[in-house]
């Protein structure tokens, strides 16, 4: 039971635009002795993965856009399968990472520090809305994975189109990852950094 309303404005992944002071102050103590630049071990492997996972949703709709230049049908059947895998690659990424977050690393901090419910509630709230989002995702990437229609016009029109709805996905995923990733690292890495 959430001590907030996270469908709220204040707490939703697509409307928070920083942490309310209900997520933030149980992670306070915590943050005293903290310093980002000197966090090893298992903290600095996450926000590797994290790098890699911003890194990947920045890069694919910088690649849609590539593809929707494109007028040659030549070339964006070139391009097509480069963005299908990074595509598919970020979404199974994603979902490994999250499981890995709920089945693992938030059960043991809320079992050593009871006090961080409301913001790991708040970070798998987070979760459930960017399964969704990754979902649309995968829909998107599979509409551009589809064997083109016959003929060089049509297959070419229904690149483009799938290649609008998919870059239209990756912004959105791309926004959210951007919001997601940098509260869980404002409130994780501090605990982390205990062990
Ligand atoms: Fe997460
Ligand atoms: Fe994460």
Not at 44 to 52: D, P
Not at 76 to 92: F, K, M, N
Request: glycine letters at 6%; a negative charge; charged letters at 25%.
């Amino acid at each position: 039971m959430s001590g907030f309303d996270y469908s709220s404005d204040a707490y939703h992944v697509e409307k928070r635009r920083q942490l309310a002071p209900l997520i933030t102050q149980p992670v306070e103590p915590f943050r005293a002795e903290f310093d980002r630049d000197v966090v090893g071990g298992e903290a600095r492997f996450w926000m590797e993965i994290h790098m890699g996972l911003l890194k990947a949703s920045a890069t694919l709709p910088q690649w849609c856009e590539q593809l929707l230049s494109l007028n040659d049908a030549e070339a964006l059947r070139a391009l097509q399968p480069r963005v299908v895998s990074l595509g598919a690659q970020l979404i199974h990424h994603a979902h490994g990472h999250h499981h890995i977050e709920d089945e693992h690393f938030f059960p043991v901090f809320l079992q050593r520090y009871p006090e961080l419910a409301n913001p790991i509630d708040l970070l798998e709230h987070d979760h459930e809305v960017l399964a969704s989002v990754l979902d649309d995702m995968e829909k998107a990437v599979a509409g551009m994975n589809r064997p083109a229609g016959a003929g060089e016009k049509a297959g070419r029109d229904e690149l483009l189109v799938a290649g609008e709805v998919l870059h239209k996905a990756a912004l959105r995923l791309d926004r959210l990852f951007v919001r997601h990733i940098g509260d869980e690292e404002e409130i994780c890495l501090p605990v982390l950094a205990q062990w």
